[in-house]
């Protein structure tokens, strides 16, 4: 059963930072494209950052210069580098998996999903 399971959300202030980290149980990570949306309340699953097999990477305008996506194929696991928080990135953070190997800023190309976890920052 394929898995991933996010970790290293919490509480933070505004202008901290937070790394989050996604452990994928997929035969095929090494050759997915992973990424992080997020869900604000009643809002929609927003894309946040993407990164390629073989590192290439494509972020949303609002989280650019602040965070930073990695992956460690060794390790089954993709990152997330969130510096200089903003109440406005308060969400649920879920990681998934696109068999098909291309980052894409829509949900539906994606075939696993994390559980998510909570990132909330205050002002």
């Known amino acids: 059963q394929v898995q991933l399971v996010e970790s290293g959300g919490g509480l933070v202030q505004a202008g901290d930072s937070l790394r989050l980290s996604c452990v994928a149980s997929t035969r095929t990570f090494s050759r997915d494209a992973m990424a992080w949306f997020r869900q604000a309340p009643r809002k929609e699953y927003v894309f946040v950052a993407g990164?390629?097999?073989?590192?290439?990477?494509n972020y949303a305008d609002s989280v650019k210069g602040r965070f930073t996506i990695s992956r460690d194929n060794a390790k089954n696991t993709v990152y997330i580098q969130m510096n200089s928080l903003r109440p406005e990135d308060t969400a649920v953070y879920y990681c998934?998996?696109?068999?098909?190997?291309?980052?894409?800023?829509?949900?539906?190309?994606?075939?696993?999903w994390g559980q998510g976890t909570q990132v909330t920052v205050s002002s």
């Open positions: 998934a998996a696109n068999r098909g190997g291309a980052v894409v800023t829509t949900v539906a190309p994606y075939d696993y």
């Open positions: 990164i390629t097999w073989n590192g290439g990477t």
